[in-house]
């Protein structure tokens, strides 16, 4: 078998490369005085919009009461079977509540189908993107680590009720 030499189809002057090294140097020295566009996190934090999706929390009242009432639709329909929701009754009016309710945030893809699902407004997505943890067992969030006030998410309660 014979091989065949690709010739390179190159210019005099993109041959000698001074010429095309000038002009990347141009390129590199126009766009150093051009405004960033960069965040310098973590010292620069990013404040997403109401359309962000970050972690999904359980919405807790002004009574510190949480609006959940353990119907278990959003983990019926998380496709990670990141929810796990553990149904109890309760004195109150809404009868039901959740005795466990957990997120493995390990397996959840942020797509925000529990949000669209639920019919209590009881879980949405907040602007919370930074997840850390040190083993597997800390990635599984409870009630404690879920709810969140009312009055940080009211933001994203408006654009549920404007758009969803
Ligand atoms: S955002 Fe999606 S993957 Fe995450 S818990 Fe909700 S339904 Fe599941
Ligand atoms: S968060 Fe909403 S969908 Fe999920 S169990 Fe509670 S009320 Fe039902």
Redo the contacts with the bound molecule.
Sequence with gaps: MTLKKRKKDLNFFERIYIIEIIKGMILTLKNMFRPKFTMEYPEVKFEPLASYRGRPV?VMEEQGRG?????????RVCPALA?E?QAAETELEKERY?EK?EINMLRCIFCGF?EE????E??VMSKDYELVFTNREDAIFGKDKLLVPIENLRERIEFLRRFK
């Design positions: 359980l609006r959940c009432v353990a119907c278990g639709l959003c983990a929810i929701v959740p309710f529990c699902v639920c019919p209590e009881a879980i």
